[in-house]
T-cell receptor, first 115, second 120 residues
Framework: AQKVTQAQTEISVVEKEDVTLDCVYE???????LFWYKQPPSGELVFLIR??????QNEISGRYSWNFQKSTSSFNFTITASQVVDSAVYFC????????????FGQGTTLQVKP | GAGVSQSPRYKVAKRGQDVALRCDPI?????LFWYQQALGQGPEFLTY????????KSGLPSDRFFAERPEGSVSTLKIQRTQQEDSAVYLC??????????????????FGDGTRLSIL
C-alpha cells in the first residue's frame, strides 16, 4: 500500500520565521516520485517540486528548500523567512511505479503566517 | 487561458439530481485526471484518461459516477442521483506525457481551480 502522512494539521508562525512542514511516505516501490503542492484560498493546486527516488540531493529554490531522506522515508519542506503570502494549505504527494500516475496525497498542512 | 479550466466554479444541487462537471485541459496534454477533495482533506483520485481512453477508474466511489473524454480533450464528470456525501471540490488535472512508461511522472500534473459541489 502507498500512503503519505502529514502529521502537522495546522502551523502558525509570525512573518520572517522559518517553518518546516513534515512529510512521511510509505511505498514498496523502488521507483517513485514525491511532490509538494500549494493550495491557496483560491483552491488551485500549485506545483512546487518533484523529486524522484534516486535523487536524494536536497534542493533549494529561493526561500524554499526540500530535504529528502530515503532512510526515514521523509520529504520535508522548509520555508525560510516566511511571508504572509505563504499562507496556504500545503500537500505532499506520491506517485509509485505500476500505476497510471495518480497522485496519492497527504492530508495537508495549513500554514498561517501572521504579519 | 493557458491553464486547466473547470466549470462551473460552484454548483448547488438537490439530492437526487444529476450533475455534470466540465474540465478543459491544457492544450496538447495527453493525460487527464479527476480528483475529489472533501473539506479539510487531501485530494483523492477518481479516474484517469490517456487521450480518449479511460485507463483507470478505480477511484470512482460508486456506479453513480461516470466520466468521459470522447475526443481526447475536454472531459466531463457526471454524477447521477446525487447524495449529500458527494459534496466536495472536484479537481481536474492534466499532464503532458502518456503512460507509455509504467510511471507517468516525467511532468507534473497541472490543476484547475476545481468545482465546488454542494448537495442540499
Amino acid at each position: 500500500a502507498q500512503k503519505v502522512t502529514q502529521a502537522q494539521t495546522e502551523i502558525s508562525v509570525v512573518e520572517k520565521e522559518d517553518v518546516t512542514l513534515d512529510c512521511v511516505y510509505e511505498t514498496r516501490d523502488t521507483t517513485y516520485y514525491l511532490f509538494w503542492y500549494k493550495q491557496p484560498p483560491s483552491g488551485e493546486l500549485v506545483f512546487l517540486i518533484r523529486r524522484n527516488s534516486f535523487d536524494e540531493q536536497n534542493e533549494i529554490s529561493g526561500r524554499y528548500s526540500w530535504n529528502f531522506q530515503k532512510s526515514t522515508s521523509s520529504f520535508n519542506f522548509t520555508i525560510t523567512a516566511s511571508q504572509v503570502v505563504d499562507s496556504a494549505v500545503y500537500f505532499c504527494a506520491l506517485i509509485g511505479s505500476g500505476n497510471t500516475g495518480k497522485l496519492i496525497f497527504g492530508q495537508g498542512t495549513t500554514l498561517q503566517v501572521k504579519p | 487561458g493557458a491553464g486547466v479550466s473547470q466549470s462551473p466554479r460552484y454548483k448547488v444541487a438537490k439530492r437526487g439530481q444529476d450533475v455534470a462537471l466540465r474540465c478543459d485541459p491544457i492544450s496538447g496534454h495527453v493525460s487527464l485526471f479527476w480528483y475529489q477533495q472533501a473539506l479539510g482533506q487531501g485530494p483523492e483520485f477518481l479516474t484517469y484518461f490517456q487521450n480518449e481512453a479511460q485507463l483507470d477508474k478505480s477511484g470512482l466511489p460508486s456506479d453513480r459516477f461516470f466520466a468521459e473524454r470522447p475526443e481526447g480533450s475536454v472531459s466531463t464528470l457526471k454524477i447521477q442521483r446525487t447524495q449529500q456525501e458527494d459534496s466536495a471540490v472536484y479537481l481536474c488535472a492534466s499532464s503532458l506525457v502518456s503512460t507509455a512508461l509504467r510511471i507517468n511522472s516525467n511532468q507534473p500534473q497541472h490543476f484547475g481551480d476545481g468545482t465546488r459541489l454542494s448537495i442540499l
